[in-house]
Structure formats: C-alpha cells, structure tokens
C-alpha cells in the first residue's frame, strides 16, 4: 500500500519487540526514549535490521561510511543483525511479518549503499533461480524465499510461476546460477519435481544442486525417494530460513547437513501416493451412509451468476484465525497462555485488519457461479442428469476409504431408481485479479510485510465469499434450518451438509473441474481454468455441494 502522509511519525518500537525481548531476558527498550541511545554505529545499524525500525536509518547508515566501506557494512554488520533476525526466527521469537519487516529495512539500507560502492566480482554470497513449477500458480512462498535470500546476501533470479524445465535451465545457464530452486503448492507440484529431475538426469544436466520446497512435500520424499533418483544433490527446505542455511552451507562448499527424519516421515513417506488410483477402491462396496428418503426441492436447474456482492458482505465470513495465524502466520510465543495471545493479536493485529478492509474494497471484485442439478450416486460414481432428472449427463468418480466407514463422496446421495433424483450444487467464486496485481506491485517495491498481508487478505476473503454463498445454498435448499448462531461455529462446519473443493482428499482429481466448469461456466464471471488446471484469478474457489446431514470432511487413505 502506499504510504500515507505522517506514516513516518508513528511510533519506531514495535510491541512485539519488547514481548519477545522478555522471553530472551534481555531488557526492552523504551517506547518513550530514543532506542538508539548508547549504542555504537555498528549496533545501532544492527537494531534497525532487527527491530524492522526505517526511521533515522541513512543517518546511522552516513556515520559508518566515515569509517567503513560499504561493502563491509552490508557484509559485516548488516547481514549480522539479518542472522540474528534467522536465529529469533527459528527459535520461534520472532513472527515472519516481523521478518519481512527487517527485510525491509535490509533492502533500504543496501539500496542506500550500492551507489556508493564499486561492484566487486564475486562479492556476492552465492546465487539461486528460484522458479514454480509447471502448471502451478502459486508463489507466494518462493516469493518469501526471494525476501529472505535476496536480503542476506545472495542473488536471487526469480522467474515466476509455471515453469517449464527448459525455461528453468536455460536461464539458470544465462544467468549464471549456481543453484536451482522449485517451488509449488499442489500435489501434483511434486510429481512434476520428481520427472524434472529424472529430465536433468537424462539431459546431463545434474551438476546444478537443487532446493525443493512447497505444503506438498515432505522431508522423507526428498531425502530419500528423489535423492536416491537424481544423479546430483537435491534438499529439502521445510521454509525460508532453511533455505538460507543450505544455500550457505552450499556456497561455503561445505558439508549439507540434513536433519534427522522424524519417525512419521521414515514411515508415511509422501503425500504423491495419494494421487495414484492404487491407493483407492473403487470397487463400489458401500459404506454405512444411509441415503436420504427425500432430497430438498431443487431450487432451480442449471447456473446462475452473481457481481453484486460487495466486499463488506464478504469480510464478517473471513476467518480471523485462518488469516491471522494461518495466512499471516502470527504464532503464540513461547510463555504466552491463549487468553494473553487472543489480548495481542487483538491490540495489534486486529487494527492490520481492519485497516486493508478499507484499502481493499475497491480492489475486491467479488463474483460468483452457482447452479443445481439433478443427481444420484451409483457405487463410487456421481451421476448428473440432464433437466428431466433421468437423462445422464455427466459422472464423476470419487475412490473410496479402504477401511474405517469406506466412506465415498458418491454414498450422501440417494440411488438411482429410488424415487425423485437427488440434487448436488456447485459454486465457483472469485475476488477478482486485482488483488494479485497490487500483491505483485508490493513486492516488487519491497513492500514485505504489506505483500504478506495482502495476499493474506486476498486469498480469506476468496474463502469468506465460498462461505458466505455456501450459507446462500443452503438456504435456497431449504437446510439452513440447522446454521449456528455464532461465527465461529460456522467456521467449524457445524452446519447441515458440507463443501468439498477438487483437489482435495475426499474428492483428489483435479481433471473433475472441467466438469464443473462445463456445468456452471463460470468464464461468464471472469473464472477461467488453465490447461493445468489451475483457477485464475488465483483468488478463486470451486466446490461440490452436498447436503446430507452426514456429509463431513473425511480423509481417503
């Protein structure tokens, strides 16, 4: 977001500087005073790195160049406090918002400097191509390993989302890299890291070391599958900071640790498997889901389309436990009871809130799909039927538990021949593209901690529009009957029926959202599907919906 004017006359001393100061039994600084008094030039430069403080930076920046270089004020003293900030991090001291607050501060400080200063071949620390992978729109998390590398020391080429294995070498090749990043989100991410490493096996291309990260993957997957595969050496960095450490080690050329796997790792494996059809039944056996004697009317066949929802209807469904701990990442600091956390975040994180619901109404663009259709559920199929409710249409196949209730999402719905067909609805719902364009303008202008916040907000508020048409749905269904009173609750699905979104366990295969995008078009409201699959804008959601009163999450394994 753009500064506002006075914004430079806010206090310099963040609260939670201070909270974790006490936890390190080290003495706060007063928010009255000067937190800079006393200190010598190197510590005051180092306090602004790590306390994320802008104010009276090219000051203290001025009185080292009187007797440093520049270079070794970045090397020396400025990546200093960038390793303390590492260190508060990965003692679970330091929230990441406040991290990209210090790369902030990190990024104006050797902005300051580099017109000062001759470059120096070889002065850099290392360099990494940071890519995400074919297919996948995601990037916000290589984006924070930018941050993080970029500011302490290391170049960073970023090539951005749904790269291509040529596009990935080529320029890793031009721009002299000596590292490889992947990146990606979705299941399917992985399954294209491991045949692009099989690819760099095949084309002598292994000599680059590669750093995997994203939700997806799992430690024991990389370690052991993949790195018993590539011909070179693969790592995997659970986040940013662990990046930082193996592309240290790396250009120290020193031995890689790799920590010790935890025995859940050694013996789940990885998550990939989940996407093959060995791992579930499809033998149609049922589970013990009694289908209901009578479905809601349907409240209309086919689609619809909505454009009229504005923003400020959408923000009493955002989760703020979604957004704040989740999104944003605020965490509970080691010593604090829940009751004292919920007191922080809503003195200080609250106001974050409440603030961009105002910056970003007229940034949302909220539009929605929605439709009903007659349906039965045969074995492990779904079946739509045309508008005669007998006439099929279209089947989607869901797998099956392997135990437990055998639960299939094709088990909530009544069978074929029993009466009146049932009825099944979509949704499809976005919060517009131009949220992606201003997360974009933040983070190229250095804006960290904003980009965070925003792309928090961007993709909550996606979430808070399916659930708030959710509720819709089952109103025009005639099941709202059993909606809670509390927000809260609703958070938690305690409400008749349930939502399930492609991709995820109960329903995996990501190809079905062709189907649901053939039943509801939701390209009449600007929702497009890529050729990978993936929604754009990236702030969207699609979901199945179900109202048997027994339709909850449930896993497939």
Not at 30 to 57: A, M, N, W
Not at 71 to 82: Q, R
Not at 216 to 245: I, N, P, S, W
Not at 419 to 438: H, K, R
Request: overall charge negative.
């Amino acid at each position: 977001m753009p500064e506002k004017p006075g914004q430079d006359q806010v206090c310099v001393y963040d609260p939670l500087h201070a909270l974790m100061a006490r936890f390190e039994n080290v003495k706060a600084v007063s928010t009255g005073g000067d937190p800079f008094e006393g200190l010598s030039v190197e510590d005051c430069l180092k306090r602004h790195i790590v306390e994320g403080i802008k104010k009276g930076l090219d000051a203290h920046l001025e009185a080292a160049l009187e007797t440093r270089e520049p270079l070794s004020i970045i090397n020396d003293v400025l990546l200093d406090g960038m390793k303390t900030v590492g260190e508060l991090f990965g003692a679970g001291k330091m929230q990441l918002p406040f991290v990209l607050q210090s790369a902030e501060v990190m990024k104006t400080a050797v902005a300051y400097l580099e017109p000062k200063m001759e470059r120096v071949e070889g002065s850099e620390r290392g360099s990494i191509l940071l890519a995400t992978v074919a297919g996948d729109v995601h990037d916000i998390g290589k984006n924070l390993v930018d941050i993080i590398l970029s500011n302490n020391g290391y170049r960073v080429v970023n090539i951005g989302i749904k790269q291509p294995l040529n596009n990935i070498l080529d320029q890793a090749k031009q721009t002299r890299c000596d590292v490889i990043g992947l990146s990606g989100l979705l299941v399917k991410s992985t399954l294209i890291m491991r045949d692009n490493l099989l690819e760099m096996n095949e084309r002598d291309e292994w000599s680059y070391p590669v750093i995997l990260g994203g939700a997806a993957l799992t430690r024991a997957y990389v370690e052991q599958d993949l790195r018993a595969l590539y011909r070179g050496r693969v790592f995997y960095a659970k986040d940013a900071f662990e990046g930082l450490r193996l592309m240290g080690e790396l250009s120290a050329g020193e031995e890689v640790s790799t920590p010790e796997l935890a025995v859940g790792d050694r013996v789940a494996g990885h998550r990939t498997g989940d996407l093959a059809a060995d791992r579930y039944v499809f033998d149609g056996a049922q589970s013990d889901v009694v289908p209901l004697t009578e479905s809601p009317p349907l409240p209309f066949y086919g689609s619809r389309a909505e454009t009229g929802v504005t923003p400020q209807e959408i923000y009493p469904y955002i989760n703020p436990i979604a957004l704040f701990r989740g999104q944003w990442q605020f965490r509970r600091q080691e010593g604090m009871g829940n009751p004292e956390f919920q007191a922080w975040l809503d003195e200080n994180v609250s106001p974050i809130f409440e603030r961009l619901k105002g910056e970003l109404a007229p940034v949302l663009a909220p539009r929605v799909k929605w439709g009903y259709f007659w349906c039965a559920g045969e074995g492990n199929d779904l079946i739509v039927y045309q508008e005669d409710g007998k006439t099929e249409r279209m089947r989607f196949t869901f797998p099956r538990q392997r135990d437990g209730r055998r639960l299939c999402l094709a088990d909530f719905f009544r069978r074929p021949g029993q009466g009146e067909a049932d009825v099944v609805g979509f949704s499809a719902v976005s919060v517009g593209s131009e949220v992606s364009v201003l997360e974009r303008q933040l983070f190229e202008s250095g804006q960290y901690q904003e980009y965070l916040y925003v792309h928090g907000m961007g993709v909550e508020s996606a979430e808070a529009l399916a659930e708030l048409w959710h509720k819709r749905m089952r109103a025009e269904l005639g099941i709202a009957g059993d909606d809670p009173a509390e927000m809260k609750l609703l958070f938690s699905a305690r409400y008749r029926g349930s939502r399930y979104s492609f991709g995820y366990p109960a329903c995996p295969n990501l190809e079905d959202q062709t189907k649901l995008f053939d039943l509801l078009a939701p390209e009449e409201v600007g929702i497009e599907l890529t050729e990978e699959l993936m929604l754009v804008p990236e702030q969207s959601t699609t979901a199945l919906i179900v109202h048997h009163p027994d339709a909850k999450y449930f896993n497939v394994r």
